[in-house]
């Protein structure tokens, strides 16, 4: 074999070993390819059914929540009127045993009438706090914001309790930083009832020694100052282990506390929801037998000191109530409120009008000639704001002046108080009314109807049962 044959057959050799390398390199190339894509199928497949999962939990979830949050609100709107149909009758309740204070009692009647008054105003207590609980868990608790008199706000609150500190021998003190002595702007009857409660809490806790109320407002922004109400006692002081747990609704330190002090236990979570609304918080620091520290802050906005109302704008006197004799109307469908309403006004000489509904309040007054209108809102067959529309429209077609209308209700959300205010109701009176404020009102419409007419008589010239 020559040496050029001898290399060919070499190179031969070589070459179909590199062909061979090659195809097995392939067939490799080709099993694990395969290999990867049956993984990557399953893969994609386990994917799919993850996915699938996820989606069918996430699905769950949201029923779940959905659920949730409509037994949450289906309980919310369950309470809000439950203690809108309790006020009914404890209207009925306080305003008679307010009726019965005033009847000439002997001192042991009168224990048991005030017994009566002080039972109802604590029932109402608790009511109107599982009220705005389900409001703030309905998320509908409104807060509002305008100027007022700070240092007041806090003295008169104060001034509230030091009664119940007096008869426990406590001392109630205030000490009111220079800085907080000014207006501000934010929702003064939810700072009233956030001092209030901590104050009412500080007094009922502590035997002996003191409460101190301490006022501080600190700059924040050129807009904003933080308002810092803290009050200290020298009570029974709180375990540590629950004090995380108090600002829950209806948690109390345990279960004594309920039967020596009563209460329900939601004042504190109140609170502090309206202190967070407020863009603020509450806190505690305490300890056991030695006392307790509460602190409620709130982001105020500043505020320029308004003119005192004029005296023009204080509550008329009651004086106008027996000036003559007014023709008024009542529109109210429950009964004992119908006879709580005349028996307050049953010291003056008045001709009241009493309808069941709103339909029967418009026919009467298209017939009849009204001094002023009272007017209850939650009516069977029309609504009393529907039939203050109506009575706006009669005057309108009639060409006759404007009738107070006052609206009595327990619906006393801002946004309702201002909508009926819009649709023609002069004012608005919050049930349970008490004595005090129904003749206030009444006095006031009275004020509003001579001043608006541009004369105190004229409505004196035309009799009592005319029109
Ligand atoms: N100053 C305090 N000293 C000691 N314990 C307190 C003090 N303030 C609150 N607590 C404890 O916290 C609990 C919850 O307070 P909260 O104001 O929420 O309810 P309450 O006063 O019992 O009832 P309510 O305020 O609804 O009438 C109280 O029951 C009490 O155990
Ligand atoms: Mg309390």
Redesign the pocket.
């Known amino acids: 074999m020559t040496l050029i044959e001898s290399e060919t057959r070499v190179s031969r050799q070589r070459y179909q070993r590199a062909v061979l390398a090659k195809k097995q390199a392939e067939e490799l190339l080709d099993a694990k390819s395969r290999e990867l894509w049956e993984v990557n199928q399953k893969l994609i497949g386990q994917a799919d059914t993850l996915e699938q999962q996820v989606r069918e939990r996430t699905a769950d979830l949201t029923k779940a929540k959905l659920a949730a949050e409509a037994a949450n609100h289906i309980k919310s709107v369950f309470l809000a009127s439950m203690s809108h149909e309790i006020r009914t009758p404890l209207n009925g309740v306080l305003g008679m045993a307010e009726v019965l204070l005033d009847s000439g009692l002997n001192a042991e009647q009168r224990n048991m009438a005030v017994t009566i008054v002080d039972s109802g105003q604590i029932l109402l207590?608790?009511l109107n706090?599982i009220l705005d609980l389900s409001k703030i868990e309905a998320g509908q608790l409104e807060i509002e914001e305008r100027p007022f008199d700070l240092a007041e706000l806090i003295r008169t609150t104060c001034e509230l309790y030091k009664a119940k500190a007096h008869e426990k021998g406590i001392a109630l003190t205030l000490t009111l930083a220079p800085a907080a002595s000014c207006w501000i702007a934010s929702d003064p009857v939810r700072l009233r009832q956030v001092l209030g409660?901590?104050i009412?809490?500080?007094i009922?806790?502590?035997n002996e020694g003191e409460v101190e109320i301490i006022a501080e407002l600190r700059k924040h922004t050129d807009k904003h100052n933080d308002l810092i109400l803290s009050?200290r006692?020298t009570?029974?002081?709180?375990p540590k282990s629950?004090l995380s747990k108090?600002?829950q609704?209806f948690?109390?330190?345990?279960a004594s506390?309920?039967r020596k002090?009563?209460?329900?236990?939601?004042?504190?979570?109140?609170?502090r929801q309206i202190c967070r609304m407020l863009g603020g918080d509450m806190t505690?620091s305490?300890r056991l037998n030695a006392?307790?520290v509460?602190t409620a802050t709130a982001r105020v906005g500043h505020a320029v000191a308004a003119d005192r109302p004029a005296p023009a704008d204080q509550p008329a006197g009651t004086d106008i109530i027996a000036a003559r004799r007014w023709r008024i109307l009542l529109a109210e469908d429950n009964k004992t409120n119908q006879l709580v309403f005349s028996k307050y006004l049953q010291g003056f000489d008045l001709d009241i009008t009493v309808v069941e509904n709103g339909q029967a309040a418009c026919d009467a007054f298209a017939r009849g000639q009204f001094d002023i209108v009272f007017m209850d809102v939650n009516m069977p067959v029309m609504d009393g704001i529907t039939a203050t529309q109506k009575i706006r429209g009669i005057e309108a077609a009639a060409n006759r002046p404007r009738t107070p209308v006052m609206a009595l209700t327990a619906n006393t959300m801002v946004h309702e108080i201002e909508g009926y205010l819009e649709k023609g109701v002069d004012r608005h009176l919050g049930k349970p009314i008490k004595k005090a404020t129904l003749l206030a009102a009444l006095a006031d419409g009275l004020a509003m109807l001579t001043e608006d007419r541009g004369d105190a008589t004229p409505v004196m010239s035309r009799t009592a049962g005319d029109g």
């Open positions: 207590a608790v706090d409660n901590m009412s809490n500080a009922k806790f502590t009050v006692d009570g029974m002081g709180i629950k108090l600002f609704p948690v109390q330190v345990d506390v309920a002090f009563g209460g329900t236990g939601l004042g504190l979570s109140i609170s505690v305490s006392g307790s509460f």
